[in-house]
């Protein structure tokens, strides 16, 4: 399979399932949409190509031609799929352990954003925070479950955690407590809006945290519109010098802010370049995800306004680079080189497989984005139970049997997208939602550029 497409005045090519990318000249380009893999076991005379003789001549397509088939005997152009089947995957993932574990320590939060998924903060179930025994039972199970795997990873996740910081807390040193003793280290992440921090908390998190997400949505104005507390003030004023100090005192340990555009900021390079301005450099701002009645999200009518904006932050991406000025675009970051083990490409997250999550009364769900769907309920760590036959539906949800996965260039990309997305727009985990497919698209081609731009310089870029 290959996937070619025009950006910047250059012609791309993809070879799906080697990764290989290419930039070729408008000859190339046109008489790759004539070939299949098939054709280079007859000679180049017996393929059909049309009009396109007529339009390109015959020289400089049999020179085309011949610069493809070494591309295709070199493994590099309409290479042969993976040696896995359907089958053979699912086995794989049903011994999978379960590895990571999402602890929803706060279903209660002091800021009411109005794109929140979690029903600002409650999850629709009403307020609460979990209390240290639950906590302690949801690490017991991730240890039970997680079988010869030694690096285990738990997320603090609200809501916003830091309402219950004595449990985090204390969840941190019970689990440290038992690393030795099972053989077993875990890393851990929080989740966080900023309002609760202080020189105390900034510490623990710099000390425990291996990694921390800090929710700002950019501009002053486009943060304050969405993500105010109860009585209506807007964030920023007192968010941005917390996480500015908070990273500062990383050393070097992950982190990177997090933040939301909306109908109402199509814009979000701005937003991007904004937080780059204020001193971070690891940036993820990602579209609202919304029922799609609400003024703020986005629909169909705004796919190409936000498309032509990934181009333009890429654009601006490359401008700064070449004055060393450096940032990572979370939804522009794929290793080419090496890139995930094949399990990952062809299924993704691990949603309900290798990932859980946990409520404040021990409910497990899929992730955080099922959390309250009762239906999707699969079990209880306090009761110590659990549906593995909801786990087999997640693990059959992967690139081969979700809807069209099979046949799309960006599959081992985004490895059959969000299963959680998937449910709320089309109430099917393995029918992706569209609009979703389209912006990932857009990004990994994007990201293909800006990766050829960093090997070949001015040449390109």
């Known amino acids: 399979m290959v996937h070619k497409y025009r950006l910047n005045g250059f012609n791309v090519v993809l070879d799906v399932n080697s990764g290989s990318v290419h930039l070729v000249d408008e000859v190339v380009y046109d008489l790759l949409s004539y070939l299949s893999a098939a054709d280079f076991c007859q000679s180049f005379e017996e393929i059909e190509l049309g009009k396109l003789r007529d339009v390109r001549g015959a020289a400089d397509l049999r020179s085309a031609y011949f610069e493809i088939l070494s591309l295709w005997r070199a493994g590099l152009l309409f290479s042969e ?115 609760l921090l202080d020189d105390y908390i900034i510490n623990f998190i710099n000390d425990e945290m291996d990694n921390v997400v800090l929710s700002i949505d950019g501009r002053k104005f486009v943060n304050d519109e969405m993500r105010f507390d109860a009585a209506g003030f807007g964030s920023y004023e007192s968010i941005v010098p917390k996480f500015q100090k908070l990273v500062s005192h990383r050393s070097g340990k992950d982190y990177y802010v997090r933040g939301t555009f909306t109908k109402k900021n199509l814009d979000f390079s701005k937003d991007v370049l904004h937080l780059y301005s204020l001193g971070f450099d690891q940036i993820s701002i990602e579209p609202v995800v919304s029922d799609l009645s609400n003024p703020f999200a986005i629909t169909e009518s705004d796919m190409a306004d936000v498309e032509n904006e990934y181009e333009n932050l890429m654009n601006k991406m490359i401008v700064m680079r ?140």
């Open 81 to 195: 799929a993976f040696g896995v089947s359907e089958a053979d995957l699912e086995e794989k993932l049903s011994g999978s352990p379960i590895k990571s574990m999402c602890l929803n320590v706060a279903h209660d939060c002091n800021l009411r954003c109005r794109y929140c998924f979690a029903s600002t903060g409650d999850f629709g179930a009403g307020r609460k925070l979990m209390n240290l025994e639950v906590a302690k039972s949801a690490v017991d199970f991730l240890l039970e479950r997680s079988g010869s795997r030694h690096n285990l990873e738990v997320d603090f996740f609200g809501g916003e955690p830091l309402l219950n910081f004595p449990v985090v807390k204390e969840t941190v040193l019970y689990a440290r407590s038992l690393e030795k003793d099972k053989d077993k280290k875990f890393r851990f992440t929080l989740t966080t809006n900023g309002l």
């Open 322 to 461: 070449k004055k060393g000025k450096c940032f990572n675009f979370f939804h522009f970051m794929f290793d080419f080189g090496n890139g995930p083990c094949i399990t990952k490409r062809m299924k993704g997250c691990g949603c309900g497989n290798e990932y859980i999550a946990v409520t404040p009364d021990g409910e497990i769900f899929p992730c955080h984005q099922f959390v309250g769907t009762k239906e999707w309920s699969m079990g209880n760590v306090v009761k110590k139970s659990f549906n593995d036959g909801l786990r087999r539906e997640f693990i059959k949800a992967n690139i081969f049997s979700n809807e069209g996965c099979a046949d799309c260039w960006a599959k081992f990309f985004c490895s059959g997208g969000c299963s959680a997305n998937h449910f709320k727009f089309n109430g099917d985990i393995r029918k992706p939602y569209g609009l979703a497919c389209r912006l990932q698209k857009k990004r990994i081609e994007c990201a293909i550029f800006l990766n050829l731009v960093g090997k070949l310089g001015s040449a390109i870029g």
